[in-house]
């Protein structure tokens, strides 16, 4: 049983920063692909960033130059580096990873940005 705990959420400013971190609980080298996907109010839920096993990564267009998705396999954990925040980036976050046809969820993290 694959088990991710998320940190790092809360309320920020508009052009502030925060960093999310998922860990993990197995080696997440056994994983293809790790990343985070976000899901406003009222919205579906979309992919914001992920980064393979050999450390490619791929970017929601809205995000791209601000936030940074990265790994240490050391430590099991993924994490999104996000920057000059918007308000538009406010949701719940979720780290997904996926090993074959397997995926899995954290429980979601809130970013608030205030205007």
């Known amino acids: 049983q694959v088990q991710l705990v998320e940190s790092g959420g809360g309320l920020v400013q508009a052009g502030g920063s925060l960093r999310l971190s998922c860990v993990a609980s197995?080696?997440?080298?056994?994983?293809?692909?790790m990343g985070w996907y976000r899901q406003a109010p009222g919205k579906s839920r979309e992919l914001v960033a992920t980064?393979?096993?050999?450390?490619?990564?791929n970017y929601l267009d809205s995000v791209k130059g601000r936030f940074t998705i990265s790994r240490d396999n050391a430590k099991n954990t993924v994490y999104l580096q996000m920057d000059s925040l918007k308000p538009d980036d406010t949701a719940v976050y979720y780290c997904?990873?996926?090993?074959?046809?397997?995926?899995?969820w954290g429980q979601g993290t809130q970013i608030t940005v205030s205007s």
């Open positions: 197995v080696n997440i080298l056994s994983f293809n692909t």
């Open positions: 980064i393979s096993r050999i450390g490619s990564t």
């Open positions: 997904n990873v996926r090993r074959l046809a397997a995926a899995y």
